[in-house]
DNA sequence: CGGATTTATTCATCACGGACGAATTCTAGA
DNA sequence: TCTAGAATTCGTCCGTGATGAATAAATCCG
């Protein structure tokens, strides 16, 4: 009966809720996805008012780049990579890099929900696309060396791709149940390949044969 | 005043309002992906009561799945592809394909869009996965016939699909900007040698070195 | 200490989207 | 012609993200 008590207003205590709200939604938006979460759920489940979250990240996309903006940059995977070992394991190191962070149940989710708001976000996307090629791309470039380096990074950070794609976003078989031995034998080399290059550059010299099917 | 005439109710003339629905609904789909488009704009566009997409098509998804049923699938690319010309061609025709059907600004869009809504919901992509599997790998797989065949498949896939991961999804320099025949000259070499599969199965010979990062 | 201000919290709604069920009307088949 | 089913419309439900007003605690400042 007791209607009582103050209902609304500030309650006593320190203001942990920020980050209360922040850790649930980290949690649920790398386990379910962003689409599948719903803030009431968040904010039940950090029992806190919907409308907090409005107030303290302004939106769902708000909330969702806040949540995602701690930890687990790929950048620094990359210059762990490249720092250790020699050029000539590098395809190898790479592939089990990418496995290892991929795969792990802790790493992996929240990259893979990263790379999937990036896709239908355009905004996020762009952010994603200049973080790889500043941070991936051309530090590759600078590893190999050569003509058409960057080229050549390219190519390989395409194949990488390829893997994750194909492995994480799109779960494809045999890829999804292959094990990371399998995966190195397989992939890594066409990671070689890319690092090499096209044989001749032939800058405009076309030798015989098909002057490429016109279309 | 005259609040009138017949207002429910089976309206005269043929049915046709269902194929009405599912043309509108494959552009728009396609224009602006899954979540984007409303099935009250849907309805509204196609000069149709809400109701009457449930009626037919059951729910949004539904509605999607046979949008998508309908032409432009990549199968047939690749079957008229697979069926002209050598294998030993079969890396540039494929590449030249994919960036012919992508790049070209009508038919490009659509699968982008098909790929992204694939991409951000769950039950979609594995439409998406069982098609590709079914249609492409498999399909790749019975071409090169040899030990392993469908993982070589697979590995060709994987890279065709980085290609389109960072030349569409990501729109990655300096992939974007490359040229068709730059595309050809710098990827096909790693389809080739994904077609060709890794040296010698090696089931569990580990040369020497370091024993692969136990993790 | 005591008001004024800022910060944190709750409640009440809004607008919109998807889905459904009941009612209605037309078409087709016996 | 009578009747079963197909097609269509309306009204409504429920869940979603978002926002504004009201309220209360915390903090600042003299």
Redesign the interface.
């Known amino acids: 009966m007791n209607k009582s008590g103050p209902r609304r207003g500030r309650r006593p205590g320190g203001p942990d809720t920020r980050v209360a709200i922040l850790d649930v939604a980290r949690r649920r938006f790398l386990e379910d996805?962003?689409?599948a979460v719903t803030l009431r759920s968040i904010a039940g489940e950090a029992e806190v008012d919907l409308a907090l979250i409005s107030y303290y990240f302004g939106s769902k996309k708000g909330l969702f780049g806040a949540a995602l903006a701690l930890g687990a940059n790929p950048a620094e995977v990359l210059a762990r990579v490249v720092a250790e070992g020699d050029l000539s394991?590098f395809p190898?190191?790479v592939i089990?890099q990418v496995l290892?962070v991929w795969d792990d149940p802790v790493t992996g989710p929240p990259l893979l929900a990263m790379l999937?708001?990036a896709?239908?976000d355009d905004s996020l996307?762009g952010l994603?696309?200049e973080a790889?090629?500043r941070e991936i791309?051309d530090r590759i470039a600078g590893l190999v060396q050569g003509r058409e380096a960057?080229?050549?990074a390219?190519?390989f950070?395409?194949?990488?791709?390829?893997?994750?794609?194909?492995r994480y976003?799109?779960?494809?078989?045999?890829?999804v149940s292959?094990t990371?031995?399998?995966v190195?034998?397989?992939?890594?080399?066409?990671l070689r390949?890319?690092l090499?290059?096209?044989?001749r550059p032939?800058p405009n010299a076309r030798p015989a044969g098909r002057p490429?099917?016109s279309?």
């Open positions: 996805g962003y689409h394991t190898e190191r089990r290892a999937k708001s896709i239908d996307g994603v696309k790889v090629e791309v960057r080229q050549r390219a190519s950070t395409t194949v990488v791709a390829g893997l994750i794609a194909t976003l799109l779960r494809l078989e045999p890829i292959m990371a031995d399998e190195v034998r397989f992939v890594s080399p066409q390949q890319a090499r290059g096209p044989g032939a490429a099917p279309r």
